[in-house]
């Protein structure tokens, strides 16, 4: 019995850790690393291990830094099957298949740009780019999802049952606890996947795990504390209503999963409550209109405020106010669109998307916001407009910003310092040891020591491809 950390060490993304059990392989999630170009693609496109080897992924949530690279994985000989929740899969349906589709636009992006440099110079340096992974092999991936419902008991292989919880933090998002029986001591282990916070939108709260031996734990937010998640609508209204007022737009990056639906509900009770100017409101981006669709298919996964929403006849993705912008011809002519309006488009961290051409004609302007929604990893666009820098490059360019920056950290999907430490309160009566990932360096070493005063429990923040013999 060995663990092994391929991802998510010592960094927040690209999630994807080895179990070994009775001499099988398998993966706790498949996620895309995302950073500097350059080492994103050399680890997305290099699995250290012979995928073909791997029986089965276990994948806690469909974002796209836990999931991302399922399709990478399969067109390198993965067939086996993954097991995740029916909501889980319905949105890697959407998400995989938007993610292959960005992978080809970038490779052809930079071969267009090799093929002019040639053109100019035939001795140019530079070699042609694969996408990562294509749409056929986005589709290829989408049999091989094994939905199981929360807290059903599933046999994985010899020696490996899998039990999932609800983890509170997107659509479908879970907790697994793995009890492993090939040998005569079993061990029970625990992946938090990433853990939610309590009273967040439209999700329900973490569901508490039971007591076990190891925990694989998330430290997003390890060394933080949130604001509480009431406020955050004042200060939306406030942002609105100060930008709107000054003319200015209101450019929101966020993930199409999740915070577009949460950001949806609130500016939807602010109509309601009259708190807010009446300005236009879309939502532009193609996957979070797919995504929105799925979590109107999953009103299971729904907490009280929803329901309640939906049992007055009132859709809480959808208000009149509100449009859904698919059509890119639609999307282009909101860059001609006058006067405050708010628009939200993904990715979240700036990346890749619609949301560059909105940033790229609005951050010039000081009357407009820049609304950042999420967590924002390091060398990603978004956190270079996060920092306020100068000039902030955009499609290989510099562009001056002059636009307000606002971030709503309180909608985050991850528990902050104290909620994770409560959160893993229940595992502790037999908890070994701590395996910290998903954060970077200094978020891990604050919640080390804060599980360790706490808990008098050792924690480790293992390295890159690090393995831990399980007994
Ligand atoms: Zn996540």
């Not at 999907?413 to 360096?441: N, Y």
């Not at 005063?453 to 013999?469: D, F, H, M, T």
Request: net charge negative; with cysteine.
């Amino acid at each position: 019995m060995k663990l092994t950390f391929w991802g998510a060490a010592q960094t927040v993304t690209g999630s994807m850790h080895e179990l070994e059990v009775a001499g099988r392989h398998y993966l706790l999630d498949c996620g895309l690393y995302q950073g500097r170009r350059q080492e994103a693609n050399e680890r997305n496109s290099r699995f250290p291990f012979s995928p073909s080897n791997i029986q089965a992924v276990l994948l806690s949530h469909a974002h796209i830094d836990h999931s991302g690279n399922l399709p990478g994985l399969v067109k390198n000989g993965f067939s086996g099957p993954i097991y995740t929740t029916s909501a889980t899969a319905d949105l890697c349906r959407a998400m995989l298949a938007d993610s292959a589709h960005l992978q080809e636009q970038d490779a052809e992006f930079l071969n267009k740009r090799l093929r002019r440099r040639r053109a100019l110079d035939p001795n140019a340096q530079g070699q042609t780019i694969q996408p990562l992974y294509t749409a056929e092999d986005a589709e290829k991936t989408e049999p091989l999802f094994r939905a199981v419902e929360l807290g059903t008991p599933t046999d994985i292989g010899p020696g490996l049952r899998y039990q999932s919880y609800d983890a509170g933090h997107i659509l479908g998002s879970t907790s697994m606890v793995l009890d492993l029986s090939d040998r005569p001591r079993p061990v029970r282990l625990a992946f938090s996947g990433d853990v939610g916070r309590p009273g967040l939108p439209i999700i329900r709260d973490p569901q508490p795990l039971p007591p076990v031996d190891y925990l694989i734990l998330e430290s997003t937010y390890g060394d933080r504390l949130h604001e509480a998640i009431a406020p955050v609508k004042n200060k939306l209204a406030g942002i609105i209503t100060r930008t709107a007022n000054r003319g200015g737009k209101i450019i929101v990056p966020a993930f199409a999963v999740g915070r577009t639906q949460q950001l949806v509900l609130l500016l939807h009770e602010l109509i309601n409550e009259n708190r807010i100017p009446s300005i236009p409101m879309f939502v532009d981006s193609p996957l979070a209109v797919n995504v929105t669709e799925v979590f109107r298919n999953h009103p299971e996964c729904f907490d009280e405020e929803v329901r309640e929403f939906l049992n007055n006849h009132q859709d809480p993705f959808g208000f009149s106010r509100l449009r859904y912008v698919r059509d890119v011809n639609e999307s282009k002519a909101l860059n001609d669109l006058h006067g405050p309006f708010i628009v939200i488009s993904a990715s979240g961290m700036c990346e890749a998307g619609r949301i560059l051409h909105h940033l790229r004609n609005n951050i010039g302007d000081s009357r407009n916001t820049v609304l950042l929604t999420g967590f924002q990893a390091q060398y990603t666009l978004g956190r270079k407009i996060q920092e306020k820098q100068a000039e902030v490059p955009i499609f290989g360019e510099p562009m001056p910003l002059r636009a307000e920056v606002e971030t709503l950290d309180s909608l985050s999907g991850h528990a902050d310092q104290h909620e994770l430490l409560d959160w893993m309160k229940p595992t502790t009566p037999t908890l070994r040891k701590v395996f910290l990932v998903h954060g970077e360096e200094g978020q891990g070493k604050a919640l080390a020591q804060a599980i360790h005063e706490r808990y008098n429990i050792e924690v480790l923040q293992p390295a890159r491809g690090q393995s831990i013999p399980l007994a």
